[in-house]
């Protein structure tokens, strides 16, 4: 019986382990997701604002030459 009731707590925390180990499994691949969901904001942000002043560089560009090109 003694014998019994130790494999049965064993089981237990077997168990319980292995759903803790699941959840931080779970929890881990989330965070990552966020994490790369994160990154990947910031980078559009920052590819939005490059291509705007790009494109604003562009056009000072094209308004000196027609200033330098009138003189």
């Given at each position: 019986?003694?014998?019994q009731k130790k494999l049965f707590d064993w089981t237990e925390m077997n168990i319980m382990l292995n759903g803790i180990k699941t959840n931080?499994?779970?929890m881990?691949?989330?965070f990552k997701k966020k994490i790369a969901?994160?990154?990947q904001s910031i980078y559009n942000e920052?590819?939005?604002s490059l291509q705007?002043?790009?494109k604003t560089h562009l056009k000072?560009?094209?308004i000196l030459t027609k200033i330098v090109i009138d003189f």
């Open positions: 019986m003694l014998e931080i499994s779970f881990t691949k989330l969901s994160n990154v920052k590819a939005f705007c002043f790009y000072i560009t094209e």
